[in-house]
């Protein structure tokens, strides 16, 4: 079982709509939780972090996590063309260091 | 403030041949890390350096070693190149390692013939 598991996409979605994003963890015990995006050729670069249960929203972008579902998924809100990239979903394990996703990539369509 | 820089950003070498990566800092960040990207398996950590003088293996060290030539600076050795070692090869920083908060650098792709 691969420790963070995201869905493979590639997601497309229209100008405007909700793009919605999965990752789901294996290590119960790990504690913070990232998004990083991803352009094509580009440096993965942190969006979204999310500590504790709940939703964190931060402008278009939701975080959601669900500890006890090993659960952690991001929304982004009124996606625009620009949102088209990979999306990674990272998830610190037992000794502090990340584990990443294999990335879902999300393509906008205008 | 440039951030995290690399050297170089493209290379191809020959099975056998040895090459080292290059990597500078200038947020004045403790920790420092060599990651790999492929395709399908996400960014997969070499090696880290959680501050200056300290390395330590992550999950795939096999065939690399590292150096932490100061505060700012980490670098990564390929002793003798596989084509297995072909990849897209990133380092980043952070201010410990106890964070998920990395940035990175703009990556190196590195392809052994």
């Known amino acids: 079982q691969k420790e963070v598991e995201q869905n493979s996409g590639p997601l497309s979605v229209p100008e405007g709509a909700i793009a919605s994003l999965n990752c789901t963890y294996s290590d119960r015990g790990s504690q913070s939780f990232f998004w990083y995006r991803q352009y094509s050729g580009k440096s993965p670069e942190l969006i979204m972090s999310?500590?504790?249960?709940g939703d964190k929203e931060d402008g278009r972008f939701t975080a959601q996590l669900n500890k006890a579902s090993q659960y952690v998924s991001l929304l982004i809100r009124d996606s625009q063309p620009s949102d088209s990239a990979t999306y990674l979903c990272?998830?610190?394990?037992?000794?502090?260091?990340?584990?990443f996703g294999a990335g879902t990539t999300v393509t906008v369509r205008a | 403030n440039a951030g995290v820089t690399q050297t170089p950003k493209f290379q191809v070498l020959k099975t056998g041949q040895s090459m080292t990566l290059q990597c500078a800092q200038d947020m004045n960040h403790n920790s420092m890390y060599w990651y790999r990207q492929d395709p399908g398996m996400g960014l997969r950590l070499i090696y880290y350096s959680a501050s200056e003088g300290t390395t330590d293996k992550g999950e795939v060290p096999n065939g690399y070693n590292v150096s932490r030539l100061n505060k700012r600076e980490f670098s990564l050795r390929l002793e003798s190149a596989a084509p297995s070692q072909t990849s897209v090869y990133f380092c980043?920083?952070?201010?410990?390692?106890?964070?998920?908060?990395?940035?990175f650098g703009e990556g190196s792709r590195l392809t052994v013939l």
């Open positions: 990272a998830v610190t394990r037992y000794d502090y260091k990340l584990s």
């Open positions: 980043a920083s952070s201010d410990r390692t106890t964070t998920g908060e990395l940035f």
């Open positions: 999310i500590y504790s249960n």
